[in-house]
Every structure is written in C-alpha cells, then in structure tokens.
C-alpha cells in the first residue's frame, strides 16, 4: 500500500471513529409533554397554579435522569378559556410539537373540546383540575384520564356529607356552565337520595366571572332556606363571601361551598368562620389525614420556588405528571397504546397519599373529597383552615360499571 493510500485510510478510519463516538455520547432529544390550559382569563390563577406545580414535578424527573433516558420538555399553550382556542392548541402539540401525552385543563367545557382531539389523534390525555363526568361517561374513550374528581364524585360526597346535618330546606347558587350545573346536581341527586324529606326550593345560576351578586343573594334569601350549597369558586366565591356579609346571609344560613386555600388566602380577615368547605387536594389537611415525606418536599420547594403555600391545582398537576412518568417508566415507551395499557389499574404516586389508582374500565383516579368547617386554627395562623376535616374517598360514591355503561350506550358511545 503505498504511503498516499494508507494516510487516506487512516484519516477516514478516524472519521469513522470520530463520527460513532459522537453518535454514542450524543444526548437523547428531550421527551414532549404537552399542557392546554388557562393561564390568562377568569381561571388564569387556577391554571398558572398547575403549571407551577407540573414544572416541580418536571424538573424533579429530570434531575433524577428523566423518563426512560430522556429529559422532559414541558410544553405550556394557554387555552384563554376558550373551547376553540384549547382545540387548536391541542391539535398543534400533538401534531407540530409531537408531545407524548397532553394534560390540563381548567374549564370543564375546553376539556369536552379537546378530549375528541386527543382521541382521534390517539394521545394520552389527563386531566387535574376539570372535572366533567361526561367527559368520562357520555364521551368517554380509551385515552383520556383523570386524577382528579369528577363532578358525579365531588357532588355525592357532599351529598354523603350534607345528609348528616339537620337541614331540610336549601337553594343552590353555583356557576352557569358545565361544571357548575352538573356538580350541583349530583350533590342534590345523591342527598335526595339519602334525605328523602330535603326540598331545593330554588337554583341559581349567576354567570362565570360575576361581579355583581346582589340579586343572586336576595332572591336566595327570599326562599328563607336553612342551608345554601354551592359550587362558587375562586375570585367569583371571594367577591360573593364578601358581599354577602352587607346582607347577614351567613347569620340566617349555612353556607357550603368550594373554599380552598386559594380563597381562603384571598379572603384573609374577611373570611366566615362557621361556613363549610370543601376542595380537592388542601395541602395541611392531606398533612394530618395522609403524612408523607414526598408531600413535605413538595411544599418546601413550593414555597422556596414561589413564596406562597401549595394550592390543590399545583398539587393535582403534580400527580399527573408523575402519573404519565410512571406510566411510561411501566410501559418502557412512549408509545400511547402502551401508555393506556399502563395507566388502567395503575396505583398513583400521589401527594394526596397511599391507596390512590386510575380505575381500568373508566380511567378515573378514586380520588376523592376533602371537607371540613372554616374556622381560625391555633397552630396555622396565616389564614383560615378546616376545622374537623373529613376525607370521602372517591370509590366509595363513584357511579358502577355497568351504569356508566349504560350511560355511555344511551349515548351512543359504544
């Protein structure tokens, strides 16, 4: 071989060899995890919350190595809380962005938009904070999940809750949309059915985001009720608490309703004692009924990252990334049927304790309720918490098998 060939067979024997190092020690892309939800509009602190909490859980992954070798990329589109703008943000992660499963959102109406979305496109999609049944019943399909409670769940355990105090007579104030008019009426279907003497004289629906709730307070007033429920929530329950003081609505009721820790904070010295609350995933709470190591970090690095106590939708989402994390890491892929295959039955990594599962026929976690009476704690001085807090676990109201069967055959969803 002479002198020129051979320099020529070295220099690409070492091309070679240069090339296949860099193929060897050349990081995997980073995995896609999609999020749709409101983080502008009348939910935006709700959603913001969840994406907060989704990034802890992110990072805490990729820190430990990622999923499978890879690290995790979330990708965060807000939705505005419009059904068209969360199906095009929807369909471009699943189809531009290539994500691997898509979580969120707020609004129970932009989960029903999307949730088609996912399905004809065969994505994973989980759910943390919207909470429609007929997301899971009347359109229920193969990919969708939820971990948090749907509003058949939610409302019967308040139902559970409310059959065991004295009052016969209520009116229902609750949000005009999805969530507000299904929830209400699981809660009244199930204390019905436990209190057969309890009379709803009246429902009413003021519209999301009301500011003015003068009428919707006199015309409750006017029923002369023992008891209100409600599903308020949010900015729209802090505005009502307060006006409703002007007219001494909680000395002549009570009041129920959906008072987490983000309400409570906002409301601080103007805040009911007496007044009943219930909500999701309210961190102290979980403390005392549910101790762990994994929720104390958590709230340590909550609070380290954003200076402020952990609400139920930081928590939630939390629990659905580490949902799609173990799904895959059971699965070894990414690959959607599998990670179906994986999450039906799956027993959940949660914050909100030991004994949490995703359902394998309905795909809904047993997650369940948290309530308690709104009072000033002793040993938490900051803002008001639950007094006496109770825990109705979701399995023990959810709907059988075989009624959401036939729920989902009369609708034609076979």
């Not at 996912?118 to 989980?126: H, P, S, Y």
């Not at 309210?282 to 690095?301: M, N, W, Y």
């Not at 959607?336 to 359902?359: F, N, W």
């Not at 918490?385 to 969803?413: L, M």
Request: charged residues 25%; neutral net charge.
């Amino acid at each position: 071989m002479s002198k020129t060939r051979w320099l020529w067979t070295v220099i690409a024997l070492t091309v070679v060899f240069v090339l296949l190092a860099g193929c060897a020690t050349a990081p995997a892309a980073p995995v896609k995890l999609g999020m749709v939800i409101e983080t502008s509009g009348g939910n935006a602190l709700l959603g913001q919350a969840g994406v907060d909490g989704a990034k802890i859980a992110v990072d805490e992954l990729n820190a430990a190595g990622g999923v499978l070798g890879r690290q995790i990329e979330l990708v965060v589109r807000d939705n505005e809380g419009k059904t068209d703008v969360g199906a095009r943000e929807t369909r471009d992660l699943i189809l531009s962005q290539k994500v691997s499963g898509v979580l969120g959102p707020v609004s129970s109406g932009v989960l029903l938009a999307i949730s088609p979305i996912a399905k004809e496109n065969k994505t994973v999609l989980i759910s943390h904070t919207a909470n429609t049944e007929r997301a899971f019943w009347e359109q229920g399909h193969k990919y969708i999940f939820s971990v948090v409670p749907n509003t058949q769940i939610e409302g019967a355990a308040m139902g559970v809750y409310t059959a065991k105090l004295p009052y016969k007579k209520y009116v229902i104030i609750a949000p005009d949309y999805e969530f507000g008019h299904i929830q209400s009426e699981a809660w009244k279907t199930k204390l019905q059915e436990l209190k057969k003497d309890v009379v709803v004289t009246k429902e009413l629906f003021p519209k999301l985001n009301e500011k003015d709730f003068t009428s919707f307070i006199t015309a409750a007033l006017a029923e002369q009720p023992e008891a209100v429920y409600s599903n308020l929530f949010g900015a729209d329950l802090i505005a009502f608490t307060k006006q409703a003081k002007n007219y001494g609505f909680f000395d002549k009721v009570k009041f129920m309703a959906l008072y987490d820790v983000d309400v409570l904070q906002g409301l601080g010295p103007d805040v009911v004692p007496g007044v009943i609350g219930y909500e999701r995933g309210p961190f102290d709470v979980i403390q005392k009924l549910a101790p762990s190591s994994q929720l104390d970090k958590f709230i340590a690095e909550y609070r380290k990252r954003y200076n402020k106590w952990p609400v139920t939708w930081a928590i939630n989402a939390y629990d659905a990334v580490m949902a799609w994390a173990k799904a895959a890491k059971t699965a070894n892929s990414f690959e959607q049927d599998k990670l179906v295959t994986a999450l039906e039955g799956m027993q959940l990594d949660s914050l909100r304790g030991p004994g949490r599962y995703i359902d394998k026929f309905h795909h809904q976690a047993n997650v369940g309720t948290y309530i308690g009476v709104v009072d000033w704690l002793p040993e938490f001085k900051e803002f008001a918490r639950y007094k006496d807090p109770v825990y109705i676990a979701g399995d023990s109201v959810w709907r059988s098998a075989a009624e959401i069967t036939a729920i989902r055959e009369k609708a034609g969803n076979k």
